[in-house]
């Protein structure tokens, strides 16, 4: 007995002395991991000798929300696969670091566009090699937009950006054919001019993937078909970062640096990146504070203080692409009454909001569905103002007079940039809704138990909702939540295309936005986007809040990364002290 | 014997049968499906189409369990709607990752909890005894998550000297993700690498303090009640009176006899810890099996939570069963029905 | 005349008021006991007088004075939305005394009903009713219960008929195992051996008797609903109107504001949860002291 209690014992001094040991700032792995294998600085810290110098070698561990859901490039929807996507594969066309809109050569080093904007000529970057060691050329360009084009059946649940970007599939595609010019050139034909569609075209999901690996890890049969084990076997890709094997789902995910990296002026410095998911914003402010992890993503307006305040912290944010807003269906009582919508945007205190949710300069006030950064934002364009008399005034003129009852609903479980807190934000605005008149039933559900889909189908008069653009076009954001369709909204099929998230039917609106989303002349395309603004905020046909930008906390042995509004980042320039 | 086993066995049928049919019924009853997880701000009338149709979601109820029952029969236990990994190959990855925690947990809980509870029994209405009643009480009383957190800032963020998140030091070690995803074998077994060992450790110990402290005070209680039971036994009277000395007492006779109670006791945590886990794992971001569940409940991901209760409550019962038979072992008075 | 007399002798233990003199004789005499009674009488006063001693609304407020730090107006500071945090720990003993006292009556009526029917009747009847007990006993409870609140959505009476469902089976073996043996039991075996009938020796002889670890158990189980339902609230599933006062809730909606000078707010429920639970796992404990002395050493 007492030879066992001294063994206990000794396990647990060697344990404490293990926890004493990592007290010191810096995590002992990097001293341990970080060999120089490149013939930059030595060991030396960049930061003691005044100029940094970037040093090769290094893990990083980087605190994200969730694993990856599919690195099968077509097919990904969600913002922690595409992170990863962005490392391990590469798009024709890039966005240059830091920007939302201007283009630079991705694996494309050139492209000349038609007069008519409907054939695009890709000359291609020649010695490129996938990461399972066959070529990138045109064939396998072609390859790849083929399969756009006629992603199988089986796929097509799963797809978001391919149907949004090109409205279709095989002859309903707006991609009409792809050729092969010679080894290094290829040819898209649109069936319709597309002012957008290079933009597009430096989307993630836009990736251009092995032909080699889909086919030999069935790509191409449905996801319930275990065989097609690609995106957890084999993603495989041109980029700076390749995926080893390592994931371990709901512990981490690695990819490690590609040490045949064509562009070598830009390979990656560090040896491995490990994304660690950590669902709750709290406790990924807890790991890198208990230094588990070297960086997290999407830290909490009110917790930006602890990251900057830290010493051993750097704080690094993005700016704003994105919109929160509270929809109104005018199909649902009384929101049908214009009345009680304006009363509805005048009633809210957007600055108050701000200051609690979104201090720090974390968001501004938004008066428009449109960013200030957009060519057709019109500023003041709808009701932004907090002015309580008028709320009420216009409550009085409307048909729903005070006590007004409506329901009110907001999602549970959920954090996004311009909703960090919701249920929070619904109790601030329900103060100063009920202080005009309204009396309030609040009506909530998880954003991913159904929260989401019953919005889009128009079940909820008044709803927190918000929308991230994936580039900074007005047809990526009111063009698709006021977009009109015939599929079924609700339970309901519409006789003819409707609006079903907010009814906005105008008719004014529905032609205005057509005719911007296919007018080819960028000046005349922000005349159009202007004029349907202004349609659409006289109807008040939502109340816009706040546009707020994300933040990343890092330590300060991190270096190099630099933050995109669109998270397009790219991690072969970070490096690691 | 042998008989008694096989009948158990076959029981776990209709009990499979039940529990699955209760399952597609009742999911599919429940608001949304996972077209909700799978969209977020995308969702429009005609991709939540587009989505439900592909995963089948369109088709008639009963023709899904069909299917889906068809699946189970060859093995096959689905594939999760949100990121298409087979519900199988997660399990397998996610599972020992439980087990660790449990294990660990349940450690604490019989490392500490006996020793408190026989010293605590032994005297009595000491100040120690009324110090570990109330501890244990105490214990007893503090929600996970409240402790879990508690714990993750005073030695995660204040006094730096555990992680707070995961199951090893990620930027140091790594280990063979083909291999069985049980850390402390791997470490000290496979790797032999004690720095390796003492990091997954350490790892540990903080969510297995919050998983194991109320097992801990249960055992405690437990245990100092049995022990004090058993003193008072005759026979124990008659060793004493026989002129063994109490060291032997205690070894040969008291802790023997009130290990019966304290050993239900420890079967019946062990289950309860499941349910605890799903809290310590969401708070630690630890990869098992109640924070997967928890998430496939949340996401509406009905393959994973099918699968996963058909899973678990199919280990529940033979576990049970095992323990049944160890006891019958232990104690022949114990007759089987 | 020695029937009756037997009868009498019998029936002494278990309506007769010694043992349930005794019974309190010995629960007032026990320290620790006292002190959870103390405990759970003032949670009870509390939560019945909420709206007397409450120095404020609970619901009303504005962000604008959010955070206010303790003070002579604000004895406890407020909260996110500027509302008295003392009155909202007041009135939030009303949610976790309404949803325990709920969730327990209403698991305990289904489990002793089901379990006495199971035991009583016994053969295959109980053997297939106790198989079903076994399917939601296989599955971890704290996902049975978030399903259940999934399925009905949020709310503390949903919350309370989800904890419920997870004591059922907990009430139903209990009670069953206790009639069981109970069953074979010598004044069992004499009742019937003077004639009466099935359902009088049910109501009057073993249902009494098998009430006493039950009653051992309901409250241990008021204790464990406060925990899962400010587990519940950790995880997001609280009441349905968010400005309900529900202390799982007030402790982690503050999680995020920690550092933006909420730091007390979170520990003020933290203590209430676990000051309510010490006093009904005490009072439990007195009890099965109490009417169990051979337990009392």
Not at chain 1, 176 to 200: E, I, W
Not at chain 1, 255 to 266: H, L
Not at chain 3, 156 to 166: G, K, P, S
Request: hydrophobic letters at 45%; one cysteine or more.
């Amino acid at each position: 007995m007492k030879h066992r209690l001294r063994a206990l014992l000794a396990v647990a001094a060697l344990v404490f002395a293990a926890c004493g040991g990592s007290t010191a700032t810096s995590p002992i792995a990097t001293s341990a991991t970080a060999p120089t294998t490149g013939g930059t600085a030595s060991g030396t810290p960049a930061a003691a000798s005044g100029t940094p110098v970037a040093t090769n070698g290094g893990t990083w561990v980087f605190g994200s929300a969730t694993d990856p859901t599919t690195l099968d490039a077509i097919l990904m929807q969600d913002g922690e696969s595409i992170r990863i996507a962005q490392q391990i594969y590469e798009t024709l066309v890039k966005l240059a670091p830091g920007s939302a809109s201007t283009l630079v050569p991705g694996l494309a080093k050139s492209w000349d566009a038609s007069a008519d904007g409907l054939t695009y000529t890709f000359h291609l970057q020649t010695g490129v090699k996938f990461t399972d060691g066959t070529d990138f050329n045109a064939d396998a360009a072609v390859y790849n937009v083929n399969r756009w084009k006629n992603l199988p059946e089986a796929l097509q649940g799963d797809d978001y950006y391919d149907i949004t970007v090109f409205a279709g599939y095989g002859d309903s595609s707006l991609i009409k054919s792809v050729t092969k010019v010679d080894d290094a050139t290829f040819q898209m034909v649109l069936t319709t001019p597309k002012a957008d569609f290079l933009t597009a075209m430096t989307l993630a999901p836009f990736s251009m993937q092995s032909p080699t690996a889909l086919k030999a890890h069935n790509a191409d049969k449905g996801s319930k078909d275990t065989s097609n084990d690609y995106w957890q076997k084999a993603p495989t890709g041109t980029g700076p970062f390749m995926f080893a094997g390592d994931f371990v789902s709901g512990d981490h995910y690695t990819i490690v640096k590609n040490p045949n990296y064509w562009d070598t002026a830009n390979a990656a410095h560090l040896d491995k990146v490990i994304f660690k998911p950590i669902a709750d914003s709290a406790q990924r402010l807890t790991a890198l504070k208990s230094g588990t992890v070297d960086t997290i993503d999407f830290v909490d307006a009110n917790q930006l203080k602890d990251v900057s305040s830290d010493s051993n912290l750097q704080l690094v944010t993005r700016s704003p692409l994105d919109i929160g807003r509270l929809n109104m269906n005018q199909n649902i009582k009384p929101f049908d009454d214009i009345n009680v919508r304006k009363a509805i945007s005048y009633a809210i205190d957007r600055k108050a909001i701000i200051d609690t949710f979104f201090p720090n300069g974390a968001a501004q006030a938004a008066d428009s569905d449109l960013l200030p950064s957009m060519p057709a934002y019109a500023a003041n364009a709808t009701i932004a103002g907090y002015d309580q008399q008028k709320a009420k005034d216009a409550l009085a003129a409307s048909n729903c007079h005070a006590p007004c009852k409506i329901d009110f609903w907001y999602p549970d479980s959920v954090s996004r940039p311009y909703m960090v807190d919701p249920k929070g934000e619904f109790e601030a605005i329900r103060t100063m809704l009920e202080a005009v008149g309204f009396q309030i039933t609040p009506q909530h559900l998880a954003w991913k138990g159904g929260y989401t889909g019953a919005e889009a189908n128009g079940k909820y008069g008044l709803a927190f909702i918000g929308w991230i653009y994936d580039y900074a076009d007005p047809a990526d954001g009111p063009g698709i939540f006021y977009s009109t369709s015939l599929a079924k909204c609700g339970d309901v099929t519409p006789a003819k295309p409707h609006n079903c998230e907010a009814a906005e039917d105008n008719p004014a609106v529905v032609a205005g936005m057509a005719k911007a989303i296919a007018e080819p002349d960028a000046a005349k395309r922000t005349q159009d986007w202007k004029d349907v603004m202004a349609l659409i905020n006289a109807d008040v046909a939502d109340a816009p809040l706040v546009w707020a930008g994300s933040s990343l906390g890092l330590t300060k042995n991190i270096h190099g990364f630099v933050p995109s509004p669109t998270q397009t980042e790219y991690y072969n320039a970070v490096w690691k002290s | 014997m042998l008989k008694f086993i096989v009948r158990r066995l076959l029981l776990l049928i209709p009990i499979l049968l039940g529990l699955s049919l209760l399952m597609v019924v009742f999911l599919h009853m429940l608001p949304g499906d996972p077209c909700g997880a799978i969209l977020g701000e995308h969702s429009t009338p005609a991709n939540i189409a587009r989505c439900q149709h592909g995963l089948g979601l369109d088709k008639p109820l009963y023709q899904q369990y069909l299917d889906y029952m068809a699946g189970v029969i060859h093995g096959d236990f689905g594939v999760s709607a949100t990121n298409k990994v087979s519900v199988t190959t997660s399990f397998l990855t996610r599972f020992p990752a439980t087990i660790e925690l449990t294990v660990a947990a349940m450690f604490l809980a019989i490392g500490i909890g006996i020793p408190l509870g026989v010293a605590a029994a032994k005297r009595q209405y000491s100040l120690f005894d009324n110090f570990a009643t109330v501890a244990s009480l105490i214990g007893i009383s503090i929600p996970i998550f409240f402790l879990g957190l508690l714990l993750q800032y005073v030695f995660g963020v204040w006094l730096h000297w555990l992680p707070t998140a995961g199951r090893y030091d990620l930027g140091t070690f790594s280990y063979d993700h083909a291999g069985t995803n049980f850390l402390l074998w791997e470490s000290l077994v496979i790797n032999r690498n004690p720095a390796e060992f003492l990091d997954v450790v350490r790892h540990l110990i903080l969510p297995a303090v919050a998983l194991g402290t109320i097992p801990l005070a249960v055992v405690a209680r437990i245990t100092r009640s049995a022990v004090l039971e058993v003193l008072s036994e005759d026979y124990v009277r008659t060793a004493r009176a026989k002129g063994l000395t109490s060291k032997r007492i205690d070894d040969r006779h008291v802790l023997r006899n009130a290990m019966l109670p304290i050993s239900t006791v420890i079967g019946l945590q062990t289950g309860l810890l499941l349910g605890g886990a799903v809290l310590t794992e969401q708070i630690f971001s630890w990869g098992g099996v109640g924070n997967w569940l928890f998430q496939a409940a949340v996401d509406k991901d009905f393959a994973v939570i099918q699968s996963g209760a058909l899973i678990l409550a199919s280990i529940f019962v033979v576990v049970n069963l095992i323990v049944d038979v160890g006891y019958a072992y232990l104690n022949p008075r114990i007759r089987y029905q | 005349m020695a029937g009756v007399a037997l009868s009498q002798q019998l029936e002494a233990p278990i309506k007769g008021s010694s043992l349930w003199r005794d019974a309190s004789r010995r629960l007032l005499r026990n320290r620790a006991a006292l002190v959870g009674m103390f405990l759970v009488v003032s949670f009870i006063f509390v939560a019945i007088f909420a709206p007397l001693i409450s120095p404020y609304s609970p619901v009303q407020g504005t962000i604008i004075h959010r955070f206010l730090p303790p003070s002579g107006s604000h004895l406890l500071g407020t909260d996110l939305q500027g509302r008295d945090i003392l009155s909202r720990l007041l009135w939030g003993a009303r949610s976790s005394l309404w949803v325990s006292i709920l969730s327990v009556t209403v698991g305990l009526s289904i489990g002793l009903t089901y379990g006495s029917i199971s035991g009583f009747l016994g053969g295959w009847v109980d053997f297939w009713m106790m198989r079903v007990v076994d399917i939601i006993l296989s599955l971890p409870g704290l996902l049975l219960t978030i399903t259940i609140v999934l399925f009905l959505g949020p709310g503390l009476n949903t919350i309370a008929f989800a904890i419920a469902i997870e004591n059922v089976p907990i009430f139903a073996r209990l009670v069953r195992s206790s009639i069981l043996a109970l069953k074979e039991s010598d004044f069992v075996l004499a009742a019937r051996s003077i004639g009466a009938s099935d359902p009088r020796i049910l109501l009057h002889h073993i249902l009494p008797n098998a009430l006493t670890p039950v009653i051992v158990q309901g409250t241990l189980a008021l204790a464990t609903a406060i925990v899962d339902a400010a587990g519940l609230g950790y995880l997001g599933f609280g009441p349905q109107d968010p400005a309900t006062p529900e202390w799982g809730t007030m402790l982690t909606d503050t999680q995020r504001y920690l550092t933006s000078g909420a730091a007390y707010t979170a520990l003020f429920p933290g203590i209430a949860i676990i000051l309510a639970v010490l006093g009904f796992n005490l009072l439990g404990d007195g009890l099965r002291e109490a009417l169990d002395p051979r337990l009392k050493r």
